[in-house]
């Protein structure tokens, strides 16, 4: 697969959903880590029964948060 056919399917999904751009990420942790490096929250709460990627993202990004059940 190459990028063209990327950049082609970000293009549809951006034009799909009307918005300027779109980017494709090779797994739900990365999207995640690239959503909060552009639009970092102040505090966030995780549930105790969640997927590991999302308190571990927030720890690599150094972002406060903490456990909610």
């Known amino acids: ?6 950049q082609r399917f970000e293009q549809e ?5 009307g918005a300027p751009y ?4 090779d797994c739900c942790t990365h999207a995640i880590e ?7 929250l102040a505090a966030m709460v995780c549930p ?3 997927y590991i990627s999302v308190p571990m993202t927030l ?5 406060p948060w903490s456990w909610i059940d």
Request: glycine letters at 4%.
């Open 1 to 6: 697969m190459g990028f063209e056919i990327v």
């Open 34 to 40: 690239l959503s909060l490096r552009v639009e970092p």
């Open 13 to 17: 999904i951006a034009q799909f959903y």
């Open 22 to 25: 779109a980017v494709a990420t």
């Open 59 to 63: 720890q690599k990004l150094k972002l």
């Open 48 to 50: 105790t029964h969640t």
